[in-house]
C-alpha cells in the first residue's frame, strides 16, 4: 500500500493543477497490507503536506472478497487526512452487485459540498480552521450552513467574503454551556477524528492527539474555574460537601465533551485490537459508553491501573463496612479542616459504592475522600524511589489532618497549600495515626493499597507503587519524635509519640521478621555487630519486637546493636560524598587523609643519597601517629547530627510496649556520659565517632564492610579503644611504607640513569679496542647497582645509539664500537659475544651507519661490515611456521632485520630479491606489488 500513497504525493506535489484546492480520497482495502509501517511513513508525509492546505473528503471502504479481514489501520492512515466531514467506514461484500457497491461509495461524498464553497478573506494572517495548527492563514473555506473557525487575535482589518465585508458581532464571556453550544456542529467530527488517530498510533498521530486535547482540556478548565456554583460548593471542607461536589463533578464530567474525548485519547489498548474490533470501535456513536469502553479492553491484559486497583478496594470496604459499625470514633482524632475522623472517611468513601458513583470516580477522588487523619508535618517532596530515605523536617504536634484535606485544601485555594492554624506553617505531608486496631486490620485486609497511595502523594505528589511508603512514613515520624522527646517531654509529645509507635508496629506489621534471627550471641566478639547492613529505620520494628518478647539475652545485644547502627549510620552520611563519583576512591582517602593529618611530606622515612645502602624493613620506625583535624572532623559529624538519638529509640520503645510513658520523663537529655553508658564504651563520644569515620572512610563499599554468605562484618567492633587506634596507625604507617617504596624506587631510577650516562660515556670515550669490549661486555657495577647493556632493550642502548650516529660528539673509536654495536662480537678475537647474545643488531634503519661510514671516509669498509651483516642477520624461529607461512626454512623479510619489502628490495641485490619473490609468491604482499620487479 505504501508505495500506492507515494505515487498519490508525488501526483498531488507534482500534477495536480495550481488552482485545486479540495479533494476526494477513496481508500479500498480487501486485506491485510504487509507494509505497515511504511504505509504510516509516507501517510504521515502526505498529512503534513496537504492537510491545513486542501479541504479533503477521505473516506473508506472494507471490501470483503474472501474470509479474510481488511486492513482497519491502513485505511485509516488515509481517513486523518478527512477535514470537512465524519468519516464512514462502510463493510461492503463482493456479493452485492456492481451498481450496489457503486451507489454505497458514491453516497459517501455526496452532500461534502466541495464544489460549492465560498472564501473568507482576512487582511490579515490570523484565521485557522483548528486552534492547534502551529500556522494561521489570511484566508479559509466556507460551506453551506454555520461555519466554525479560529482567530489568533481580533481583526483590526476587514473580513470579506466574495465582495462584501463581514460584520463582526462581539458577545459576552463564554461559559462551558455556551462553548458547547458554540461546538455543537463539530464535537462529533473532532471525536471522530481522535478514534482515527488513536487506530493509526504513530509517533505523529499521538503528537496531534496531545495537541488536540492540551487546547480542550485547557479551554474547559479555564471556564470551570469561573463557574460559581463550583467556587461555593468548595467553601465547604467537610467530607460531606466533598462528597457532594464529587457527584456534582461527575454530572459535569459526563456531560462534558471533553471527557468524551479524554476516554478516547486515554485510551492506550485500541492499538492492540484486531481490524474487525477497530473496525467496531471506529464506527461505535459513544466511545464512552460501558460497552464502547469495554471494546477497547477485551483484547488485551489489564496491566498495573491505580484507578482500578482503588475502585476494587473500595468496593471490598462497602461490602465488609458493617464489621466497623460498633466502633465508636467520637473519641478518636478528628481533622481541623474536614471535621470528621478516619473512620468518616472510610464510610464515606464507601457511599460511592452506594449511590453507584465509584466506576465514575478516578484514584485522585478517592484519595481526596478517604481522610486517613493523622499528625500534619512538613518535609521534602521527591522521587524518593526508596522510601526509607525520606524524613520529616517539622512534626506540627496537636495539629491533626488528612492528606485528602491537603489536597483538597490546594484544589479550593486554586494552588495554595494548606496551613496550620494560628501558625501558618504550610503542611506538605500528614503521618496517619489509626488509633483503633480493628480499623487498623480492617484497611489492612480489604485495602492494603489505600495507605501505601495516599503516603505516596504526600511523599512525591504522584501515585506510585512502591512498597513500604506508608510504613516509612510513619517510620520517619517516630524517629522525628525521638528527636524531638529528647528537648520536649510534654503530654502531646508522649502521646504523640505513643500512638505513633502503636500505628507503625499495626502498619509493618512482619515486614522486617527476617532481621530478628540475627539477633543473638554472635560468635566473633571483635567484628561489629551483623543486623545484615540495616540501618536505624528498619531496626525500629525489631525493636519492638525484641521488648514484645522481653527475653533477657536478646535485650543483651541492644548495645552491640547500637554501636553497629553507628557505624551504619556514619558510613551511610560520610559516603553521600563520594559515592556515584568515578573517582570516589581518590576522593575518600583525601578525605580521610585529611582527617587525621596524614602529610606524606613533613613525616616521611628519607632514602639515603644515590648509590648509598638503606636499612632494612625491620630497622625503619614509619611514621604512625594520628594528627586529628578537628575542625574538619566537626564539619564531617554535622552531616550525620542525628546519631546520637539512636541511644533514645530502644528506650522510649520499650516505654511504650510495656505501657509506661511516662516513664520517657525520667530518661534525661542525652550527654556524653549517657551515650557512652548506653553504647557500653569506655571513651569519650567524640573520639568514638571519629574512629567510626575512619572506617567509613576506610571500607567504602558494602562488599568490604559486610559478608552476607556467612552473616558477619568484616569490620571491627570499634567498643575497643585500642584496636580502633591501632586501624587508624596501620593504615598511616602502611601509606608511609608506600610513601618509602615509591621513594626508593624513584632512587633506583635515578641511580641506573646516572649508571646509563657513566656507562656510555666510557664506551664512546674508551681509548683502545680491549677497554672498550669489556665495557660493552661486562658494564658497570656502582655500590649494590650494576648495569650493562646486554641487548637492544637494555637501559643506554638508546643512549649508545644515539651518540655514535651523531657525528657532532667526539668518539676517538666510533667506526671500531659500530662494527661490534651492529654485529654483536668481537671482530677481532675470534668473534666472540659481546654482546646481544653474539647476534647482529636487529634494526630497519641501516643506512644511518652506513652514512657514517661514507661521510668518514670509509665506504669500503662499511661494504665489508654490510656483507658480514647481511650473511649473519637472520631470525631464528620456533620449530614449524607460523601462521603467515615463513619459519627457519622460509624467513622473511622481517627475519633478515627489514621492516618492509620495499626497504628489502633497496639492501639486497636484484637477483637475491628476485628469488625471494618466487619462494614468497602467495605471501608478504609480494602479489601486489610485482611492479618492485621491473
Given at each position: ?66 474470509s ?6 491502513a485505511?485509516?492512515?488515509l481517513?486523518?487526512l ?15 452487485t ?23 478573506k ?6 485557522k ?12 473555506s ?18 470579506i ?15 462551558v ?6 461546538l455543537?456542529t ?5 471525536i ?20 488536540i ?19 461555593i460548593?468548595l ?6 460537601a ?24 486515554n485510551?492506550?489498548?485500541v ?5 474487525a ?18 471494546l ?44 470528621d ?13 452506594t ?36 524524613r ?46 480493628q ?9 492494603p ?10 511523599m ?63 560468635d ?87 648509590f ?24 564531617l559529624?554535622?552531616?550525620v ?25 525520667d ?14 564504651i ?23 564492610r ?13 567498643i ?9 596507625q ?12 615509591t ?45 650493562a647493556?646486554?641487548?637492544?632493550s ?102 633478515f ?25 602467495d ?12
Open positions: 500500500m505504501a508505495p500506492g500513497i507515494t505515487m498519490l504525493t508525488q501526483f498531488i506535489r507534482n500534477e495536480l493543477p495550481k488552482d485545486c484546492n479540495a479533494l476526494r480520497l477513496l481508500t479500498i482495502s480487501d486485506g491485510e497490507v504487509h507494509d505497515q509501517n511504511q504505509v504510516q511513513t509516507a501517510a504521515a508525509q502526505l498529512t503534513s503536506l496537504i492537510k491545513n492546505d486542501f479541504i479533503i473528503n477521505s473516506q473508506a471502504v472494507r471490501l470483503f472478497t474472501s479474510s479481514q481488511p486492513d482497519t489501520r485505511v485509516s492512515s481517513l486523518q478527512n477535514n470537512v466531514s465524519n468519516v464512514n467506514l462502510l463493510d461492503l461484500k463482493t456479493s452485492l456492481n451498481m450496489e457497491i457503486s451507489a454505497t461509495i458514491a453516497s459517501l461524498f455526496s452532500g461534502d459540498s466541495l464544489n460549492r464553497h465560498a472564501i473568507l482576512s487582511e490579515e494572517t490570523i484565521l480552521s483548528t486552534p492547534w495548527q502551529t500556522s494561521s492563514y489570511d484566508t479559509i466556507l460551506f453551506p450552513g454555520e461555519n466554525l473557525f479560529w482567530l489568533n487575535k481580533l481583526p483590526t482589518g476587514n473580513l467574503v466574495g465582495q462584501k465585508n463581514v460584520k463582526i458581532h462581539m458577545q459576552e464571556g463564554l461559559t454551556d455556551t462553548y458547547e453550544k458554540v455543537k463539530k464535537i462529533e467530527y473532532y471522530n477524528q481522535l478514534k482515527i488517530l488513536k487506530i493509526v498510533n504513530t509517533v505523529e498521530s499521538q503528537n496531534e492527539i496531545n495537541d486535547m492540551n487546547y480542550f482540556q485547557g479551554i474547559e478548565n479555564s471556564l470551570l474555574s469561573n463557574e460559581k456554583d463550583v467556587n460548593l467553601n465547604d471542607s467537610s467530607l460531606r466533598r462528597l457532594q461536589y464529587l457527584k456534582t463533578s461527575i454530572i459535569r464530567k459526563k456531560k462534558s465533551f471533553v471527557m468524551r474525548m479524554s476516554q478516547i485519547a485510551d492506550d489498548k492499538s492492540q485490537l484486531n481490524s474490533q477497530q473496525a467496531e470501535y471506529l464506527r461505535a456513536l459513544d466511545n464512552t459508553s460501558k460497552n464502547a469502553r469495554g477497547a479492553r477485551r483484547a488485551v491484559t489489564q496491566g498495573l491501573d491505580f484507578n482500578e486497583i482503588l475502585r476494587k478496594e473500595v468496593r471490598k470496604m462497602a461490602e465488609h463496612i458493617q464489621e466497623l459499625a460498633d466502633i465508636d470514633d467520637s473519641n478518636h482524632l478528628v481533622s481541623f479542616f474536614s471535621q475522623t478516619t473512620l468518616g472517611g472510610i464510610r464515606t468513601v464507601c457511599q460511592l459504592v449511590d453507584d458513583m465509584l466506576d465514575d470516580v478516578s484514584a485522585n477522588d478517592i484519595l481526596r475522600m478517604i481522610n486517613i487523619v493523622g499528625v500534619a508535618c512538613s518535609g521534602p517532596i521527591g522521587e524518593f524511589p526508596d522510601p526509607m530515605t525520606w520529616v523536617n517539622e512534626l506540627f504536634l496537636g495539629c491533626y489532618v488528612s492528606l485528602s484535606d491537603v489536597l483538597t485544601a490546594f484544589m479550593q485555594s486554586r494552588g495554595q497549600p494548606l496551613q496550620t492554624p494560628a501558625t501558618n506553617k504550610v503542611i506538605t505531608n500528614v503521618i496517619p495515626i489509626i488509633e483503633n486496631e480499623i487498623a486490620q480492617f484497611l489492612y485486609k480489604n485495602a493499597s489505600l495507605l501505601e497511595y495516599t503516603c505516596s502523594i504526600g512525591r505528589r504522584l501515585l506510585a507503587d512502591v512498597p513500604m511508603t506508608g510504613g516509612y512514613t510513619i517510620c520517619a515520624g517516630v524517629w522525628k519524635l525521638v528527636e524531638d522527646l529528647n528537648e520536649n517531654k510534654s503530654e502531646l509529645h508522649l502521646k504523640t509519640f505513643d500512638q505513633l509507635v502503636k500505628t507503625y508496629e499495626i502498619v509493618v506489621g512482619n515486614y522486617f521478621q527476617h532481621i530478628m534471627p540475627y539477633i543473638k550471641e554472635q566473633d566478639r571483635l567484628l561489629s555487630y551483623y543486623i545484615a547492613n540495616n540501618g536505624t529505620t528498619n531496626m525500629i520494628s525489631p525493636f519492638i519486637k525484641l521488648h514484645r518478647e522481653n527475653k533477657g539475652k536478646k535485650l543483651e545485644q541492644i548495645p552491640k546493636i547500637l554501636r553497629a547502627l553507628y557505624t551504619y549510620e556514619i558510613w551511610q552520611a560520610i559516603r553521600k560524598q563520594y559515592k556515584n563519583r568515578d573517582d570516589s576512591d581518590l576522593i575518600a582517602q583525601k578525605m580521610l587523609d585529611q582527617l587525621i593529618g596524614l602529610d606524606l611530606n613533613k613525616y616521611k622515612t628519607l632514602v639515603q643519597p644515590l648509598e645502602n638503606e636499612p632494612t624493613l625491620d630497622e625503619i620506625q614509619f611514621h604512625d601517629q594520628i594528627h586529628i583535624d578537628e575542625s574538619y572532623l566537626d564539619e559529624l554535622k552531616t547530627y542525628y546519631v546520637d538519638y539512636i541511644t533514645l529509640l530502644p528506650k522510649y520503645i520499650s516505654a511504650v510496649i510495656n505501657n509506661n510513658i511516662d516513664n520517657i520523663k530518661i534525661p537529655i542525652i550527654n556524653q556520659n549517657f551515650i557512652c553508658e548506653t553504647l557500653e569506655n571513651y569519650d563520644i567524640k573520639t568514638f565517632k571519629f574512629y567510626n569515620v575512619v572506617q567509613a572512610l576506610l571500607f567504602t563499599s558494602k562488599a568490604s559486610v559478608n552476607s554468605d556467612n552473616e558477619k562484618m568484616k569490620i571491627i567492633d570499634l575497643d579503644e585500642k584496636a580502633a587506634k591501632k586501624m587508624v596501620d593504615y598511616i604507617r602502611k601509606r608511609f611504607e608506600n610513601q618509602y617504596a621513594d626508593l624506587a624513584v632512587k633506583g631510577r635515578s641511580e641506573r640513569a646516572e649508571l646509563v650516562v657513566q656507562l656510555v660515556q666510557a664506551i664512546i670515550q674508551s681509548q683502545d679496542h680491549n677497554e672498550m669490549i669489556k665495557l660493552m661486555r661486562d658494564g658497570l657495577t656502582h655500590g649494590k647497582i650494576h648495569l647493556i646486554t641487548n637492544s637494555s637501559l643506554g642502548f638508546i643512549e649508545l645509539k644515539d651518540k655514535l650516529l651523531n657525528l657532532n660528539e667526539k668518539i676517538p673509536r666510533r667506526l671500531d664500537i659500530i662494527k661490534v654495536f651492529l654485529l654483536g662480537r668481537d671482530y677481532k678475537n675470534n668473534d666472540e659475544h659481546v654482546w646481544n647474545n653474539g647476534n647482529v643488531l636487529f634494526t630497519s634503519n641501516l643506512g644511518d651507519f652506513e652514512k657514517i661510514f661514507v661521510t668518514l671516509g670509509f665506504a669500503n669498509e662499511w661494504e665489508k661490515v654490510k656483507a658480514e651483516y647481511m650473511k649473519r642477520n637472520l631470525h631464528i624461529y620456533r620449530d614449524g611456521f607460523n601462521r603467515h607461512g615463513h619459519g627457519n626454512t622460509k624467513p622473511s623479510y622481517w627475519a632485520g627489514f621492516m618492509t619489502l620495499q626497504l628489502y628490495k633497496d639492501n639486497v641485490p636484484a637477483d637475491v630479491f628476485e628469488e625471494y619473490c618466487k619462494i614468497h609468491h605471501c608478504c604482499g609480494v602479489s601486489q606489488i610485482m611492479g618492485l620487479l621491473k
